[in-house]
């Protein structure tokens, strides 16, 4: 019960950040106004971690079979690439690298933040 819960609220954040970003803010994609939503919906306790780690966790764990239609679509379309294969290719590095720094940057900066009594599960008392 508590999966089918947690898949229900994802469902829910997804659709209303569609539905924001068609509707209210078409300059941002509801992808990411879905991450803004979700962490909001954490920092402010509505939703718990302990609520959606267990599903986080599960897809996580099986992301390889969520990522094969994706990757059998773009060996299908490789064909058109052409001459643009290699920029494409060192983009998509680039945009790697840049995702990995900027992850690490920003966890980096969110444990100097947290204090080391709630990292270790401290009453705070």
Same mark, same amino acid.
Do not use: H, W
């Given at each position: 019960? &508590? !999966?089918? %819960? /947690?898949?229900?609220?994802? +469902?829910?954040?997804?659709?209303?950040?569609? +539905? $924001?970003?068609?509707?209210?803010?078409?300059?941002?994609? @509801?992808?990411?106004?879905?991450?803004?939503?979700? /962490?909001?919906?954490?920092?402010?306790? !509505?939703?718990?971690?302990?609520?959606?780690?267990?599903?986080?966790?599960?897809?996580?764990?099986? !992301?390889? %079979?969520?990522?094969?239609?994706?990757?059998?679509?773009?060996?299908?379309?490789?064909?058109?690439?052409?001459?643009?294969?290699?920029?494409?290719?060192?983009? !998509? +590095?680039?945009?790697?690298?840049?995702?990995?720094? $900027? /992850? @690490?940057?920003? +966890?980096?900066?969110?444990?100097?933040?947290?204090?080391?009594? &709630?990292?270790? @599960?401290?009453?705070?008392?």
């Amino acid at each position: 019960m &508590k !999966i089918f %819960f /947690t898949i229900t609220l994802a +469902a829910a954040v997804a659709f209303a950040s569609e +539905a $924001v970003s068609r509707y209210l803010l078409p300059m941002i994609p @509801g992808s990411v106004i879905g991450i803004v939503l979700l /962490t909001i919906l954490l920092f402010s306790r !509505i939703v718990r971690y302990d609520a959606i780690s267990q599903t986080a966790g599960f897809f996580l764990d099986n !992301i390889v %079979f969520f990522l094969i239609p994706v990757v059998v679509g773009c060996a299908d379309t490789l064909r058109y690439a052409g001459d643009y294969l290699f920029k494409i290719l060192v983009l !998509i +590095a680039a945009g790697t690298m840049i995702v990995l720094l $900027v /992850t @690490g940057i920003s +966890a980096g900066l969110l444990m100097k933040i947290i204090p080391e009594e &709630k990292k270790a @599960g401290g009453s705070g008392t």
